[in-house]
């Protein structure tokens, strides 16, 4: 329960800062252009408002709703999601929207898309400035890699060293590297001192990988460096240094074999496993008394090798800010082909989907690149030209631009129930698969 709590406000927190942004971007482009905004809300107020002020010769309202689903900012002489057709049927007003030129209205509706990427880059400038960036080199990794029954299905072999694809020395461990080895089709390993090519298979992609475990991770061997005073291994007599072989018959050679094994043990439900262990270079055979959570109570060996870190001065951070958010951009661009297929469509979530990706312990760093993150999809997800979206409107206004012809407002009316269909389509199906992935 702690754990949801945690995971909830995160989600409060960066969902209401980058809806309050995005809201801003088009209140700020209104003011500018001297449109009058008449509510400025965060979630939303359906039938009534848990706050709201209106300050002295302002024509806006400001609000917190009950309804934590975004916000809005209601634009006069403009139809949006309140639906309001009696004012369209008024003769327009100089301080609407509506009788605005069409660049100012562009501007106007491109302006929350454009503040949500501002935030991101400068969120992610921010995060390189207080914690810099810190990376395990993958061509260093002594151990090399360990790979999911995926990988291993397209020719990796566990302790493969990864060296190249496409041309490109491969450093960072990350999605981008992922996306290169199956755009490349290709990745060059070092397996038993030999050089090994592995060609990625044409129909192969991102929704590939596999969920259930890593498609590849680093390899750390199963040596015991600590162990918790009273644990289950301290009472079977497990030693610092102890290098496990076996747990309850099962051959390990890594620390993820070592988790993997103790979870099929538990599934089995023995009360006890036998851990095979070598010490001084003899074979020690063990016994340990599990409890419920099957949990040894002992730490690995670290990697042994030194991570690469990059620390940035205030003004260096704003370029690999930039950098770095828009080689975000351009991979979630990439991937959202994803989405049209049948497993992109069951990966679709809702609040417990975008609550789980936030960490269960509080952890600044995590919540500023989650948040970040979060802000580059809003963006792009609002630029999408579908009615009832920013996008929607865009393209709408662009249409106005190159012909110099105004769709009329009861086109606009249609256009926006049919989107908002679209959106409450959307809505059901991530709602629906939320509701699956905590049942099943």
């Not at 100012?104 to 949500?116: H, K």
Request: aromatic content about 14%; overall charge negative; glycine content about 8%.
């Amino acid at each position: 329960m702690e754990i949801f709590f945690i995971r909830a406000l995160q989600l409060i927190m960066a969902l209401s800062l980058l809806v309050l942004i995005h809201e801003f971007g088009h209140f700020i482009f209104s003011r500018i252009f001297k449109v009058r905004v008449e509510k400025f809300y965060l979630f939303f107020d359906y039938k009534f408002s848990l706050f709201k002020w209106k300050p002295k010769n302002s024509d806006t309202e400001y609000g917190i709703g009950w309804l934590p689903l975004g916000g809005y900012c209601k634009i006069s002489g403009m139809i949006d999601e309140s639906m309001d057709t009696e004012q369209m049927k008024q003769p327009a007003q100089p301080y609407e929207f509506r009788a605005k030129p069409a660049y100012q209205r562009l501007l106007i509706m491109i302006g929350g898309v454009l503040f949500n990427f501002i935030l991101a880059l400068f969120i992610y400038s921010m995060i390189l400035f207080t914690w810099g960036e810190s990376y395990y080199d993958v061509q260093k990794a002594t151990y090399g890699m360990e790979f999911n029954e995926n990988a291993k299905a397209i020719g990796f072999v566990d302790g493969d060293i990864l060296l190249r694809s496409g041309g490109d020395d491969l450093k960072k461990y990350d999605v981008d590297l992922l996306r290169k080895i199956i755009d490349e089709k290709n990745v060059t390993v070092m397996r038993g001192g030999q050089e090994v090519t592995i060609a990625i298979p044409e129909e192969f992609g991102l929704l590939d990988i596999g969920k259930e475990t890593p498609f590849m991770q680093y390899r750390i061997p199963a040596v015991v460096d600590s162990i918790l005073p009273g644990s289950v291994a301290a009472l079977a007599g497990v030693q610092r240094g102890d290098s496990i072989v076996s747990i309850a018959g099962k051959s390990i050679d890594s620390w993820y074999k070592l988790m993997a094994a103790l979870e099929e043990a538990k599934a089995a439900g023995n009360s006890s496993v036998n851990i095979a262990a070598i010490r001084g270079g003899e074979e020690v055979a063990l016994t340990a008394n599990v409890d419920s959570t099957y949990k040894l109570g002992v730490m690995p060996r670290e990697l042994g090798y030194t991570p690469v870190v990059h620390e940035y001065s205030f003004f260096e951070s704003f370029p690999a800010g930039v950098k770095y958010g828009c080689n975000v951009l351009k991979g979630y661009v990439s991937d959202f082909k994803y989405v049209f297929s049948s497993e992109g469509a069951k990966s679709v979530g809702m609040f417990g989907t975008i609550g789980s990706m936030f960490p269960s312990v509080w952890d600044w760093h995590r919540f500023w690149l989650m948040t970040a993150f979060l802000s580059i999809v809003l963006a792009f997800m609002n630029i999408l030209p579908i009615p009832a979206l920013d996008g929607g409107h865009v393209l709408f206004l662009l249409v106005e631009v190159i012909t110099g012809r105004k769709p009329s407002d009861k086109f606009l009316e249609y256009a926006q129930m049919v989107g908002m269909i679209i959106l409450l389509g959307l809505f059901l199906l991530a709602t629906y698969n939320d509701i699956t992935r905590f049942l099943f």
